[in-house]
T-cell receptor
């Protein structure tokens, strides 16, 4: 699976959009981009995934660049409960070995 | 979401002891996983199973064994616990592109 690079930490003001970047310059054509988050020491929670088109669900939006070498997770109106570690993972659809890196620790401040 | 439960939630044991961590799920997912997480790091895959007759090693299987007793149950064993197996252990189920995680078991090996 392709390696991902994320900033170790970010801050965001409550109510503002949080934009979390991820670089995956070695991504292959059959690999998807997944985002999970982990609040404190709870089990990780699935957020969203995509292949090449931008995706949106009730939690977030995922913007993937045209060359697919990077992506951005957007939380449109961050709340204090969005404070968590966010993991960007790249893997093939049928590959069950999901490699979590260190992620980005997002802190939403009042 | 999948209802994934783990027992025990916390466990303290001594070096050399055998210990079993149990995981059960009520959503009927075929795929199940065991991960460990060390402080400040992402999750690493220990073992995974596609069904009762299928067991696969993950990134860090040495020192661990698993048993898939039924579709709903997937146990992780440490045959002879050692201090560097002190970690937070997560069980997960998988359905399509998404994995659903349990609350975790915090294990301390003295």
């Amino acid at each position: 699976d392709a390696k991902t690079t994320q900033p170790p930490s970010m801050d965001c003001a409550e109510g503002r959009a949080a934009n979390l970047p991820c670089n995956h310059s070695t991504i292959s054509g059959n690999e998807y981009v997944y985002w999970y988050r982990q609040i404190h020491s709870q089990g990780p929670q699935y957020i969203i995934h995509g292949l090449k088109n931008n995706e949106t669900n009730e939690m977030a939006s995922l913007i993937i660049t045209e060359d697919r070498k990077s992506s951005t997770l957007i939380l449109p109106h961050a709340t204090l409960r969005d404070t968590a570690v966010y993991y960007c993972i790249v893997r093939a659809y049928n590959n069950n070995d999901m490699r979590f890196g260190a992620g980005t620790r997002l802190t939403v401040k009042p | 979401d999948a209802d994934v439960t783990q027992t025990p939630r916390n466990r303290i044991t001594k070096t050399g002891k055998r210990i079993m961590l149990e995981c059960s799920q009520t959503k009927g997912h075929d795929r199940m996983y065991w991960y460990r997480q060390d402080p400040g790091l992402g999750l690493r895959l220990i073992y995974y199973s596609f069904d009762v007759k299928d067991i696969n090693k993950g990134e860090i299987s040495d020192g661990y064994s698993v048993s898939r007793q039924a579709q709903a149950k997937f146990s992780l064993s440490l045959e002879s616990a050692i201090p560097n197996q002190t970690a937070l252990y997560f069980c997960a189920t998988g359905f399509r592109e998404t994995q659903y995680f349990g609350p975790g078991t915090r294990l301390l090996v003295l």
